[in-house]
């Protein structure tokens, strides 16, 4: 919980665990995956500083460890999507890659997150890169160079308000995490009755990067919601956080069972 309503910096702000409270924030990691063909590659490009938003081009590998793209002019495909300065992160994001809801048990969403932009690079690898026929190595094919890019990008021009031009992107079996400590990497509970309910992370949910195969863009987790002594409704002042507890997790699905 915190005693703000606004985050101030990267990292969670006077987190309390007693009152008086105005804010309940269910804070949560989660990950993005690339399993497929090729990597997710972006170019972001604004003409001058003039303009608040960079448009961006998705760029595409020709043929296996064929050629691929080097600026925003050859890659093939625009996006209809928009690069800007975060303040908050002090970095470039890329606008819709992926949203977090609370939903109750008939699938209804009750809290929408406030997070709308990510900086996409390669963080971690995944459990099963070996077994991908694209993954990317790290060597000095065309794939290998790119995922050394990804993985030692500068955070999409960190602290860079002034830059035209922008390179983010995720390699084939490697994953970009967003830890809970992260602004704005949580959803407002504070008016949430106790029950269960089901935590859903979606990406690319309209589609406007192109992909293989959409039906595995969403994972979920089921949780338990009990506001202190057994109410049923939040207190109208807070003092004493909910107990939330984890009832399963359901990777590459939207909707998740309590049991």
Known sequence: ????????SPNAPDCVDS????????????AEENIGNG???LYGHRDSTNQVTMSVHQAFQVGDHGP??????????????????????????LLNFAHMELRK?????????????FCLGDRYTTADANSLPHDAR??????????????????CKFRDSSATDVKEGISVGRGDNYSYNIALQWLDITHVPSGTY??????????????SDYSNNSSAIA??????GGAHDPPAAVTVPPVVSLLNSCPGRAQCPAD
């Open 1 to 8: 919980m915190t005693r703000d309503d606004q985050d101030r």
């Open 19 to 30: 009152g008086p409270i105005k804010t309940v924030r269910l804070r949560f990691t989660t």
């Open 39 to 41: 990597p997710l590659l």
């Open 68 to 93: 691929i793209p080097d600026s925003y002019a050859t890659a093939q495909r625009g996006v209809d999507e928009a690069i800007y300065y975060d303040l908050v992160h002090e970095h470039w994001h």
């Open 105 to 117: 048990p008939d699938g209804a969403t009750i809290v929408n997150d406030r997070k709308n932009g």
């Open 138 to 155: 790290q060597d000095r094919s065309t794939e290998g160079k790119l995922a050394m890019y990804l993985s030692s990008n500068p955070y």
């Open 198 to 211: 089901t935590v859903v992370n979606t990406v690319n949910s309209n589609h406007s990067l192109l992909e």
């Open 223 to 228: 949780i338990s919601l009990q506001w202190p």
